[in-house]
């Protein structure tokens, strides 16, 4: 499986926009990008996904570089609510059972 | 609450004792995963349900680790004669198709 590199730790200050980026220079065509972020003493939770196009949702926003090798998360106004450790991981759901491969993701420190 | 429950949040035992953990999916969802995470890591695959067939089992699976679905409905993991280094949480998800994974809580599990 293609793998994903992640900054180990950012911070970010309260109401301000986050931008948090992922490469992933192996990516094939069949991969999709996939966020998942997990909160402290909880399970991981779906954040976005996409193929190609860049995506919105209540959650937050996925850019896409155009030749797929890198992505960012989007957290539009962070929140202290926000600060979790943040997975960016490739699915192939072509032929694979669709388990996922967490790295060591990004740890977001939200400041007030 | 119609998330993913897992029973119980936390077990501390000792080794060489056996311990089984349950979990709940989602009623209609047909995919069920169970992961492994240890402090500081992201969570690790550990074996993939479709209905009761398990599918997949991870290389981390030993001889010791067993998992059941009966009737495809909840699921269980039981560990045998455990040991130190299977103390983690283990964390279970569920799923339709290639969509989001939803997941429980986890189990705490440590190893005296």
């Known amino acids: 499986d293609a793998k994903t590199t992640q900054p180990n730790s950012m911070e970010s200050n309260e109401e301000e926009p986050v931008h948090l980026p992922c490469n992933h220079s192996t990516i094939s065509g069949t991969d999709y990008i996939h966020w998942y972020r997990q909160l402290p003493s909880q399970g991981p939770e779906y954040v976005i996904h996409?193929?190609?196009s860049n995506v919105n949702n209540r959650m937050a926003s996925l850019a896409i570089a155009e030749d797929r090798k890198s992505s960012t998360l989007i957290l539009h106004r962070a929140t202290l609510r926000d600060a979790a450790v943040y997975y960016c991981?490739?699915?192939?759901?072509?032929?694979?059972?669709?388990?996922?491969?967490f790295g060591k993701g990004t740890k977001l420190s939200v400041k007030p | 609450d119609t998330g993913v429950s897992q029973d119980p949040r936390h077990k501390i035992t000792k080794r060489g004792q056996n311990v089984t953990f349950r979990c709940d999916p989602i009623?209609?969802?047909?995919?069920l995963y169970w992961y492994r995470q240890t402090l500081g890591q992201g969570p690790e695959f550990l074996t993939y349900f479709q209905n009761e067939a398990q599918l997949e089992k991870s290389r981390l699976l030993s001889d010791r680790f067993s998992a059941e679905r009966p009737k495809g409905s909840f699921s269980t993991l039981e560990i045998q004669r455990t040991e130190q280094g299977d103390s983690a949480m283990y964390l279970c998800a569920s799923a339709t198709a290639y969509n989001e994974q939803f997941f429980g809580p986890g189990t705490r599990l440590t190893v005296l």
């Open positions: 996409g193929l190609t």
């Open positions: 991981i490739l699915r192939d759901v072509a032929g694979s059972q669709g388990n996922l491969i």
């Open positions: 009623s209609e969802h047909n995919r």
